[in-house]
């Protein structure tokens, strides 16, 4: 069965930039600002564990969004997924956002049909993710929307196309909702973790979708982020040079080293990408070695998950 995913929202609030960054994920600043406002609905399709999904853009110009809620049956129903992208920069436009949400949901629980919500507040750029006005903007819309939660599976995320990590976390934890299982990979990883005291461990699609991952509690986001893009200069590498391992070695802003590993894994002809990243001990690199190694013994395990979730 195919799946179908809808982006929506307001003119102007960033769904096209947050698809293109999908899909590149690497080198698509100068494409993002050449983007011109989506006509109508843009599709493309991807496939994620076996599965086939159309997404659709939806296109926000007035005259658009008046289209769809006249003819919602043809445009809106049957999407097994929403991402709702609201400009969180653009305090003037919530409410004008909020009230095109609250039509399509409106429309939705007239037909019964109850897809998960992923509200992102888009353009939470780096420089401003302190800023006291917006936080507290994007508070009050996050309390107006759990009204929505009676009836709704609604999440919140923050977003920014400088951040890729930020838009790839929404959109893999938003289609994990589609896979009952997918959540095992985590608690599998969590178990692990505690063998071997990772810093993280991390399962990705060929297209850098999480399946699963592990974090040590209290790890920050500053070094989160730093993980994940020295992830994609080795992932990046390893296509390159068709590999099917990759070992590094990188350090903190703060000066502590970690090593890492990264792992081609194939399973019924599909790519896999585990990240496994532990500290570096400085005085024993013997044992950073052994540990990395070590998590091969992990392997069997975790085959035997993913291969139940593919379809
Ligand atoms: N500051 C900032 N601007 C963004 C971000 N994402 C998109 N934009 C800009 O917002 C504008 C509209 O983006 P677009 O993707 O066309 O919006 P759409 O109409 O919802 O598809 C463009 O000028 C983008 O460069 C972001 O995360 N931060
Ligand atoms: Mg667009």
Redesign the pocket.
Known sequence: MVKKIG?L?????????????ITKRFGFEEE??K????RKIARDAFRFLGVEFIRM?F???SQYREEYLKYPSKYISGTDLIYY?I?A?DFNRYVESIDYLDEILLYLKEEREYPPICVLF????PQITKDKEINKRILTLKQALTRYSLDYTIFFFE?????IKS?MDAFSSGLSLLFDKIEMISQLFTEISKNYDALLIALFDAKGITIGEFYRPHLHLREKIRIYDKYLEVQKKIMAENRTLLEFSDKFDNGDRYSGVVEVLNFSNLDFYLLFIIEENSEDLEETVQILDKIEAAKPQMENLILQLIQ
């Not at 929202?9 to 960054?21: E, W, Y």
């Not at 888009?122 to 750029?125: E, L, S, T, V």
């Open positions: 982006y929202g307001l003119d102007n609030a960033g769904k096209t930039s947050i698809i293109t960054a993002v600002s983007l011109m406002p989506t853009d296109g926000g110009q992208v400009d920069q888009h353009k939470f750029d977003t920014s196309i400088y951040d838009i």
